[in-house]
């Protein structure tokens, strides 16, 4: 597979979950957003932000199962960090920062802080660096000049 240099790319689908994951078209309905794989690559974890559900997929076996997340919904999720069993949501238009402590085999988890971000901004996805958690502000959602030009990867004050 050529990644760089080879002029277009060719797609193929590696996991078709629509018999488990429902999917809604439309306007501003955003399915699938942020993804991870935990550390060993044996499990990753997606986001759906127009549900609010977390999803776990077995890497070896593709089986996809809801993360328990004990009625907590995790609306708008867009980019999403995995630092062993903590879980950050960046959560775009709702302009929060969830942190969710899952168990170990990642069936469940436990909404543990919730931070408001600033209403001038859209943050849409996030890496932890350093031991910071570095957000990208992609400005979504106003018009041309009202979000603040400055600082588009800033970092956020908690992990």
Known sequence: MCLMGCGSWSLATW?????????????GQF???GIVQTRDGKVF???QGNSGRLWRVDASTRE??????GGALITTADGIVLKGHKLY???N????VTEIRLSGDLRSGEVVDEVATSASRTFTTAKL???DLLAVDSQFGFPPGAA?????????DRP
């Open 129 to 131: 660096v350093r031991g």
């Open 45 to 47: 974890l997606v986001a």
């Open 93 to 96: 238009f709702a302009r929060l």
């Open 31 to 33: 399915n699938l957003g």
């Open 148 to 156: 603040p030009a400055e600082a588009r990867v800033v970092a956020l």
């Open 89 to 91: 949501v960046i959560r």
């Open 64 to 69: 996809v199962a809801e993360v328990d997340l």
């Open 15 to 27: 996991l078709d979950a629509t018999g488990t994951i429902p999917v809604t078209v439309g306007p």
